[in-house]
Every structure is written in structure tokens, then in C-alpha cells.
């Protein structure tokens, strides 16, 4: 799961990118789940992204990017996802 996370919340920050004009030169997600064998506890992902966009449009492409993921959606209600934004 955590790769297609990674996969699926990229591409859908890349569309939500496009389809609201915000340069968006690159888009980087890195996840990682805990513990690394089993059943997972929790996951923490990491969203790298590099434009010249103000805050609130960065947080705004990753609220939506994160909503229009369908791996997102998929997981289970009690499986704690933290998801967090950085500039590059």
C-alpha cells in the first residue's frame, strides 16, 4: 500500500495542480509505514513540492490531492494517516 499511495496521491496533486493553473514543477511523495512488517499502525506521508505557488495554494492542491486519491479512500477508518507538506 504504501508505494501506490505514494503513486496514487502525485498524480492526483499533479491534477489538481493543472487543473487549477498552479505551477507545480515537481511533485515528490514519500510514505512511510509503520511497523514495516505486518499490519500496518500507521502511516506518515511526506509531500515534497516545488513551486513558486503561495502557501495557501500549496495546501489547498494537497487537501484536494489527497481527497480525489482513491488508495486515500481505500484504507482503513483505523488506520491513522498523517499527511504533511514541505517546499523544495
Known sequence: PPRALASCLAASIGFQAEKRDVALSAVRVDVDGHPERGSL???TVTVALESDADD???DRLVELGERGCYVHEALREDLSVEIRWDRR
Do not use: N
Open 41 to 43: 499502525e500507521s502511516v
Open 56 to 58: 495557501e495554494s500549496l
